[in-house]
């Protein structure tokens, strides 16, 4: 797989960080995993990356400061977040903000996909 | 006949016991207290048998002491009336010996069923409003609580769709689908696990001779707040003692209390922007036969409000009824402790309980409790 396919998955939640990769590799993505928004913005391999899925609320720096750091870094990519808090307004103003798509877990691997095709279509476009 | 009149204004009657005879005798109003007012049935023999079997004896046991002379008794014990009401009746009563040289007991009986019934009511009024409250933290706690379980749900189903596709593919991938098969089973026994910290919050049940763990509370009220936490940007930080020894009482209403003193803090920050929201919560010694917790916030300290901090209803926050504190007050006084709170040197305020400990280690020689000197100064505050 080339790195056309490259996804890069943060959350701070191990069952996620177990199970969304393994799905995602399954359907066929390369993936790497980060627990922080900080290991990722550190890693090697953050420029690779063709979509991020992003847990909304990470220890540390919350979404909002993360977007902008990528942004800073040159690092902006197509971003799928992903929440365990079912906030409509919160998922309206990063959709208007730019997100690709803002998942409430648990969500369903149709929701994923499409998302996932939203974001390499985008990345297509660039 | 003055005494008797007084006697009877307080609700005490004179009773006396020929432990020859087995007869009792006294005046009117101590047969019928008694359910002994036909004159055959006058004696203790008749009166054990309506009172209740695990007070018979020690009643018995008592008369008979008093009767040798081995000074005076008190006994309180249970008596079915007829109308099978029970009567709670206290006895204090010593030995004499009668004109004749006889061996007696004299004494008075009281009945004190008004008070014990008071006393229970107020323990259950207590324990309901104890309920009450902790149904209440639980309800500013719904997000956190479903963020806790969506976690885990997240997972079992991403990997139930793993499974499906693993076995799907040709050739099937049943390695691949063992092992995803495995992460379901664990997060489904962690949401599992969300869901027994949660019903055993919402028992009613009340027992007094558990045995908790502070660390151990610690870390669920934490695990159960800690969406909530998150979401506030609250930075948490923990240092607890190892080897802490338990506390005996009612474990689940002091897990409330530690649950409440988190809360308490993280609403205190909530308005905080110009600084770390930052929660730090303790457990130590206190002395050599106390643990103490303490939990300490960055938020608005409490300022003029020190002197009515625990009474109930006073509230600063909007969405408060102002009983968790004075709840928790309780609950800590009920299990032989102390709960307090002080401002810190910098901005916020600490929170702290102590209990009495399960199993006292032996002092050491030069053992002295850590952070003494630095407890008593701000307590002096």
Redesign the interface.
Known sequence: MSSSAFVSVVDD?E??R???P??LR??GYVVEVYASAEEFLVSDRARDTRCLILDI?L?GM?ASEFIRELADRRLAVPTIF?T???DEELRSRLLSEGAVECL??????TA?IAALDAAFRIQRLH | MVLAVTADRVSLQWISWCPATGELSGAEPLYHLLGIDDAGTRTLATLLSRVHPEDAAPLRAGLEQAGRGAGAIAVEFRLFATDRCVSHIQLAARGVCDSRGRPGVIGVVQDVSAQRECEQALAQAQADLAYAARVMSLGSLSASIAHEIKQPLSGIITNASTCLRMLAADPPDFAGARETARRTLRDGNRASDVITRLRALFTRKTADDETANLNELVQEALALAYGDLQCRRIAIGTQLTEELPCVRGDRIQLYQVVLNLVLNAADAMDSIEERPRRLMIRTEWEGVERVRLSVEDTGTGFAAHEARLFEPFFTTKSGGMGIGLAVSRTIIDRHGGRLWAMANEGPGATFCFCLPCECPSLPDPGFVPRDRARTLSLEQR
């Open positions: 939640d069952s996620v177990e199970s969304l393994a799905l399954e359907l609320f220890r919350t992903i365990a808090h079912s409430f877990k648990p969500f369903s691997d994923l």
